[in-house]
């Protein structure tokens, strides 16, 4: 494992990197909103993204870094991440396909930034529709904007709600709640398994 400091305009930030041998790709991976890079499923989809052959990069936003729990606004989440993503796709992971993805906030930020920061494909893991009791603050514009394909891995029983699958978005419900902790075998399967699948064509 390699830990990188990233400097970005809200302060450090830090990229945990898991490298394969020979990684056809790389996915980036955030963390939720007051958790961390060692939350289960990010976990889970590590192990399966590096088995398949896939570089994983496990980034913690500068908030986070700085010892805060409180997430920041939504605008400095995207700026630190595209500037990680930047600093990676030009630096350990040059000529490298670019895979966004996280856990719930993290989702979140994968989806709003993927456009802009060049990413092929989205990973969302447990991402919030909406906050819970409030089914009027829905999330999924941020969801449907993105014009790259998407899997979105949800628990069967999650409070903030689950997306329906689209045109370019799969939707695969897991056993359990927000934190897909209850079946870690099951999503690195999915994960490993749409991994193959999206980066075939590329080749």
Avoid at 25 to 42: I, K
Avoid at 77 to 104: H, I, Y
């Amino acid at each position: 494992m390699t830990a990188l400091s990233i400097a970005t305009p809200h302060g450090p930030a830090r990229a945990e990197l898991r490298c394969c041998p020979e990684g056809r790709a790389a996915l980036l991976l955030g963390h939720g909103a007051g958790g961390s890079t060692a939350a289960p499923d990010l976990v889970a989809a590590t192990r399966a993204a590096v088995v398949a052959g896939v570089h994983v990069a496990l980034v913690e936003q500068p908030y986070r870094v700085a010892g805060r729990r409180a997430p920041a606004p939504a605008g400095q989440l995207d700026t630190a991440w595209l500037t990680v993503a930047d600093e990676l796709a030009t630096g350990v992971f040059a000529d490298l396909p670019l895979v966004f993805g996280g856990r719930s906030s993290g989702a979140r930020v994968a989806c709003r930034t993927a456009a802009e920061g060049g990413a092929c494909a989205v990973l969302c893991l447990a991402f919030p529709v909406r906050p819970v009791g409030r089914p009027e603050q829905s999330r999924m514009p941020e969801l449907d904007g993105v014009d790259v394909p998407v899997l979105v891995v949800q628990g069967e029983r999650d409070p903030f709600g689950r997306p329906e699958p689209a045109p370019g978005r799969e939707v695969v419900l897991l056993a359990g709640d927000h934190t897909l902790a209850a079946d870690p075998g099951a999503l690195g399967r999915t994960v490993a398994e749409w991994l193959e699948r999206r980066l075939r064509p590329l080749g």
